[in-house]
DNA sequence: GATGAATGAGCATTCATTCAT
DNA sequence: AATGAATGAATGCTCATTCAT
């Protein structure tokens, strides 16, 4: 296991400027990113991440364990990200239908800010290591689940139509979410936030009983 | 580009379909799809397919030009398939809202009768070569402009609503059905048709005005 | 052995129009030729032979045992085209000296009109195999022995500079010959006569006395 | 382009120098000079070569960027050498024929000394990838202009004749000099040094007005 | 922390040749 | 006389990873 430079930070406290911190293993991670995301993750090779880094390899086998490593990691941060972002829509105040379109407009947005984290997820998850495979998916349901407890709260209190598996309603917005890395441009004429909107408002619609 | 197959079975007779009388680019075509799906495109090495079609590399290269031609070919089935399909609902007789949830249920039991396709589309499409890459592109947007045509008739005669745009709710649609090869399973709690019922159901009631 | 097509006219009668009469064969060694001096023998692939002209493999392994049998009657013809011009000239009336240069200027000649196979010749005869790389020098050097014999005639009349082995003087002069391929262009300022004329005066000043 | 050795032996001591004391590169660059020159750049695999030099093909593209990049090495090296010991008799005192004579002989003894390149130099050129082929003939070229200088020279002098362009001289004397190759043997009855003052011989002779 | 030489297994692809038809 | 499917061995090259320094 590599060792982590935040290892000697387990109190939690974090570094004043994260980015001039660790900036090896932070432009590792970035260039990994962007690199995944435009040839994908067999594609790419340690020497084009660590030549786009500006550091040789055996810097890049210091702070991380394997290429596979690297994956996770960029996993890890986009999982923890959208869990956290979900749980602050889901728990704020409010009926449960403007707090179930307040968290699908935003994790539109947050897909669409972090376009190159969402490519690679559905493209390259399957090439983790079988345990790390697990331990994403496991999390991925977590999220999943905490998004279905709003639809299914929404079909008790009788605001949503209920003839529909909660379950499946969301595996099908979000699909239609991973998918914006397919075709949505940053530069194309609509914001992440219209995009969310729109999408919000076909899966509220489309609950309705 | 590889030469094809001329059946010289013009007689009709098949041979008895012992998977050692399938012709040799079928089973190739079998068995890359197989494997492709179940390990990425660039995972798969052609050492593997060959081996599983129980030929030799030379046969291969016989009959594909590369592997990548391998993959395109997998592709040329599915988006013939999948047009002809869409084709035959759209055109047929009856409102627009019958015809649109008829070809939405379609779709989805043809994604899910051959769901290693809808794997692979998706996550491998990348490795194409450009050229390949693009004409595959252009084939499936031809596709969805199909699919768009019809919720743009609905529009038009006010059976849908007109405030989202038909594009996005086309993509919105389509996302959910490609991934249903991350979450659909043959052996689970639901058939294909059932699926596809609700998925059509979904799309049109998010289309009320 | 691959059977010729002139085998069974052994009588010697030629074919009223050489090139229609066999042209799958001579379209062979043509486009062999053509392509073994552009790219090199090993570089040129039986399946580029065949292309260019125009047939399958199968028709080639007809015609010839194998690629490096087309290589030996590619040198076969070379060789027995200038020998006889050699002897020709070697064999006729005059001076010992007149006799050389013409005999000289008609190799540059030659050679400057069948430029392909010169660049072949030396480029590609260490491709052959070994029975068949023999028996190719040894009638190289029945042909250089015939030239230096001419030299010794001069030597002997007096005519020629005899200080220099005339061994050697034929191997000068062949090295020259033989590299026209790599600098020669028949668009280029010079004629294959006028460098011929050249070549012939340089080698005949070099030997005088 | 692949890293080079940047010997970190600053303090001038030499290894032992038994074979395998020798720097990798150098042993590969030895190697595939060797085998170059018996079987041809083609017919040579990297295989071959790495093993001669007991090395895996690993180290072998760590060092140079392909098969063509270590046969550029060698030519660089060629014409590196050639073309300074070339200035060294063209800018040396004397008369233009003395001069010529002695950078003549030079070329003669220098091409003996290395006949290897001199085998591989002609036959495998052309297997180069085309900018390195062109980077290379530049390089032929400018060595060739250095000497047709010193012919010029001669000629302005009045000790050449000069009704045979300069140009087509030195075509004439290194086709010579190049096909050494062809049939020059160190255990032959000539040492380089007397090949090289006939050789000379017979140019300067040629030269005579 | 970081280097860079070296590994060794694996990759897609090419190719001359064969052979049943 | 000619086809074209199939072979199987070889080829140049890439790559994630290791390790002495």
Redo the contacts with the bound molecule.
């Keep these: 296991m590599a060792r982590r ?1 935040t290892g000697d930070r387990a109190n939690g406290e974090r570094p004043a400027n994260g980015s001039l911190e660790e900036p ?1 293993r932070q432009r590792l991670l970035a260039e990994a990113t962007r690199l995944f995301a435009g040839r994908g993750f067999e594609s ?4 084009e991440i660590v030549a786009a880094a500006g ?5 890049m ?2 702070y991380f364990d ?3 490593d690297l994956l996770h990691e960029i996993y890890a941060r986009v999982l923890r990200l959208q869990m956290e972002r979900l749980n602050r829509f889901a728990d704020a105040e409010g009926p449960v239908a403007d707090r179930l379109h307040a968290a699908a407009t935003d994790v539109v947005v947050t897909t669409v800010d972090n376009l190159d984290d969402s490519k690679i997820f559905f493209r390259s998850m399957h090439q983790l290591a079988p345990e790390t495979y697990k331990s994403v998916r496991a999390e991925r349901r977590r999220y999943h689940e905490r998004f279905r407890d709003l639809v299914v709260e929404g079909q008790r209190a009788g605001v949503f139509r209920d003839d529909i598996p909660a379950e499946m309603v969301v595996d099908f917005f979000f699909g239609s979410v991973h998918h914006l890395g397919t075709w949505y441009h940053p530069d194309g004429p609509l914001t992440g936030q219209e995009v969310g909107r729109h999408f919000a408002d076909l899966l509220l619609n489309s609950l309705r009983p």
Tied chains: 1, 2, 3, 4.
């Design positions: 430079v090896v790419t090779s340690v020497q550091v040789t390899k055996g810097a086998y210091h394997s290429k596979d």
